[in-house]
């Protein structure tokens, strides 16, 4: 008999194969070494449970391996499939009884009864079996979770429930709009979907493009680091990559600072400093196992770190602080000569000016315009230059101490040309 | 320290409460259909008999019919991550598209206990395109939320509209879905038109709007997405050089895409888009550089080539 359940007691297991499985669209049983079969079997059910009409099942045509991936159709886009892992938290019958029958007792606001007369109430008026140390406990983690509060009168804690959804406004029409609009697009909009659940309500309204439905996964992850950020408090991160399933890992300590995202990609990452080497780091956040919160932050450290990255982070144009390729001075200069009909192609100076990340632009001659941005590593733009592919007249790369250039970098330009030149090779140019 | 994986989210919680707000005395069929319509795929093995069987004492049976011993459902308190969230989301600068300032500063104070569960400047978006909407234009607001009004009223709406050239043009839409982008900062409008080849996809800037009427006096109009012109299909080799395929991966999300393995370094990828993102992802595939290549001999592909083309072409700063 299987032990198989649809429910689950930690996400952390589950995780990879979810975020897996609906990233490449392609990982099949022989892609996860180091699991059992049976392991890998239930995972794969329980993910087909949980989103069944999302899942597309098909044989992978090298090797007739079974796949599954998300199927991304219109209806997909209102709403964030992944949410639902976040609804399958196992619980015990007891747990179940004991959430119906103790916020029905204490459904009238002004209803405040100790654990010893909610537990009366059961076993008389509902004929529950009930004891005060389970009744007392469960009441503790809701006081715990924000369902109920407590009040104490003489020598007795007294548990009241606290504000019902419908009781924040006497129109909850236009907030209800809202949640469904930010659930889709806010970091933890997870919440926001938990709310929408329990109101029975589902949007059919909005819908967020560029949206990533997979990094909901790494959301308890965020609890964490934003909760270190808002107490001060330095962590202990646990780092694997996600491509290595032999990559044993590294730890990594710092105080976060604050989480940079990509609105491109979806990636997230927590921009942490290390005292020791005075410096920043960048981890994806869909590479953090674990985070320890460990001791707090020293105030003055932590306002040193604050005023360093104001002034660091217009030279980032990404999550990279320090130049990969070296040349004289810390950070470096490009200059992008773009060409752009002055009259049919406006908008290429608009792009410049919109996705340029701050970047002067300036018309420099007839069809000519050139953009300007200094960064700390140059090559996380190259991405972003190459989409302007067809109307680069002349890159140039620059060493320079933020005033003064140095010398060129012709190590740099050379990596962007000779990538030009491979694509020019690919399609036979 | 608040927790999102909880049983108090879990969806056999919802579903129970579904059950127990139905009004009156319900059989097994009303509770089966409720646990197939909310469920997991799996939950009418292991939910449905909890509540059939009466497990939970939930019910008073009688003659195989089932009442609520709880007199119907429950409300649950707003949990004090709910809470916390919902406070972030009253300090966004789109708040205003929803709520007057006076309901913000009501619901505020009923939080007022509460810390909101982050600042807008934990986060910084690195690569947000600058020229996003300005949510507090009072014009803005107003097409927002008759739009928001007439989507649901399933009305169609008269739009006056600035258009690229600089024009004002007014057209009646039947307006389907307000649509978020985060990368550019802005709403756009999804709706349907007639025109003189039928039914037709509109997709409409809200900064570009002037005003909006609500019309009252609806035609009959079906609105279904597959009115959308067929989907278009390019088909690419991604190079697993860079961590390019975790990366095409994740950049194409939203794109509907099927995906195999070729050999241990290459993967053949069909992408499905829509012609209004054509040029969007055009740019995006050239980013990824030679760890792309787009296949065929179609439009796409003579897409690509003809910017390389054009590049190459371009003598003037590349090196020999």
Known sequence: MSDFHELIKSVDKCRDYVRDFFVYGFKSRSDFPGKSARTYDDERRRIVSWLNEYVREDFSEIGRSKNISLQIDQKLLDTNPLFRVWQAASFTDRDLILHFFILKILEDKEAAYSASEITDILIDEYALDADLQTVRRKCNEYVEEGLLYTRKEGKTLLYLRDLYFNELSENTTSLIDMIKCFSLDLPLGAAGDTILSMQQEENSIFRVKHSFPTFTLEDEILLLLLSAIHDKRQVELKIQSNRRSQDKGYSSTGIPLQIFVSAR?????????????????????????????????????????????????????????????????????????????DEKETHIYQRLVREGEGGSVEHIAKNTLRYEKTVADVREMFPWIRSFIGRIKELKIYGTDGNKLFEENLQLESMFYKDLERMYRVYGL | MEKLFSEIYNRYFCITNRVLSKKGRIGRATITDIVRRYGFGESLIFLLPKLSNNEWELFEEDNSSYRSKLKGGIQTPLSRLQKRWLLTLLDDKRAGLFLEDEQISTIKEKLKDIKPLFEHNDFYCFDRFSDGDDYSDPQYKNCFRKILSAIKEAHTVQILYSGRDGRNRKMIVFPHRLEYSAKNDCFRLLCFAESKKGKRKYIMRLSRMLDVNVSENDPEISIAEEDSPKQRKVTLTI??????????????????????????????????????????????????????????????????????????????????
Not at chain 1, 325 to 337: A, D, E, F
């Open chain 1, 265 to 341: 990609s979806g990636r997230r990452f927590i921009c942490m400093y290390h005292q020791g080497r005075k410096s920043f780091d960048c981890f994806r956040l869909d590479q953090i196992k674990s985070v320890s919160l460990t001791e707090e932050a020293d105030d003055k450290v932590l306002k040193r770190a604050r005023d360093h990255l104001e002034k660091d982070r217009p030279y980032v144009w990404g999550v990279s602080f320090y130049p990969s390729v070296r040349g004289r001075g810390r950070l470096q200069k490009l200059i992008l000569t773009i060409n752009a009909d």
């Open chain 2, 239 to 320: 190079y697993d050089e860079r961590n390019a395929l975790e990366r095409a991966m994740l950049q194409f999300a939203d794109y509907r895409k099927n995906t195999v393995r070729l050999d241990d370094n290459s993967y053949r990828c069909d992408i499905f888009y829509n012609i209004d993102d054509e040029t969007e992802l055009l740019i995006e595939l050239l980013s990824f550089g030679p760890m792309i290549k787009v296949e065929g001999n179609d439009h796409f592909s003579e897409l690509i080539k003809k910017r390389l083309l054009m590049q190459k072409n371009m003598k003037e700063g590349i090196p020999s």
